[in-house]
T-cell receptor
Framework: DAKTTQPNSMESNEEEPVHLPCNHSTISGTDYIHWYRQLPSQGPEYVIHGLTSNVNNRMASLAIAEDRKSSTLILHRATLRDAAVYYCILLMNTGFQKLVFGTGTRLLVSP | SAVISQKPSRDICQRGTSLTIQCQVDSQVTMMFWYRQQPGQSLTLIATANQGSEATYESGFVIDKFPISRPNLTFSTLTVSNMSPEDSSIYLC???????????FGAGTRLSVL
């Protein structure tokens, strides 16, 4: 499995944008970039995924570098509820697959 | 999407005993996964469970220790056998459904072994 590298932790203030980086220099052409987050005392939840183009949904935006070796999850206005561990995971789009979780980034949000 | 219910939500068990964790999904799904999250750690996959076939275990996990049943497309159980304090973890099930290889997780079972 291609590996991802994320900072261990980041801090933000409430209502400010947050940019969570992920490096995946060994990504293959068929790997999708997925983001999950795990709120305290809960199971992980899907956030967003993409292949080459930037993606937006109600939760976040995903910006993918042109060479696809890095990506950034963008929370446009952080709330206290966004405090969680965010995981960047690569998956091939060939059927359902297991998720390989790294250590993720712990996001702290201050009021 | 899928809604997943896990039972029990938490338990405290004595060493040497076994605990069976249930995972119920609100829709039919082909693939279900069982993960373990040790204290302060990330998630590690235990096994993949497809209906009608034997579960596929990851390296470091064996069927005798973590037997899995998958009797139908909406239900699975994971048993943690002959428990020791090292088995104290959160156990989570997930399902893969829909498009885009998206997985949905239960809230987990928090297990403490004394």
């Amino acid at each position: 499995d291609a590996k991802t590298t994320q900072p261990n932790s980041m801090e933000s203030n409430e209502e400010e944008p947050v940019h969570l980086p992920c490096n995946h220099s060994t990504i293959s052409g068929t790997d999708y970039i997925h983001w999950y987050r795990q709120l305290p005392s809960q199971g992980p939840e899907y956030v967003i995924h993409g292949l080459t183009s930037n993606v937006n949904n109600r939760m976040a935006s995903l910006a993918i570098a042109e060479d696809r070796k890095s990506s950034t999850l963008i929370l446009h206005r952080a709330t206290l509820r966004d405090a969680a561990v965010y995981y960047c995971i690569l998956l091939m789009n060939t059927g359902f697959q297991k998720l390989v979780f790294g250590t993720g980034t712990r996001l702290l949000v201050s009021p | 999407s899928a809604v997943i219910s896990q039972k029990p939500s938490r338990d405290i068990c004595q060493r040497g005993t076994s605990l069976t964790i249930q995972c119920q999904v609100d829709s039919q799904v082909t693939m279900m996964f069982w993960y373990r999250q040790q204290p302060g750690q990330s998630l590690t996959l235990i096994a993949t469970a497809n209906q009608g076939s034997e579960a596929t275990y990851e390296s470091g996990f064996v069927i005798d220790k973590f037997p899995i049943s998958r009797p139908n497309l909406t239900f699975s159980t994971l048993t943690v056998s002959n428990m020791s304090p090292e088995d104290s973890s959160i156990y989570l099930c997930s399902v893969a459904t829909g498009t885009g290889n998206i997985q949905y997780f239960g809230a987990g079972t928090r297990l403490s072994v004394l």
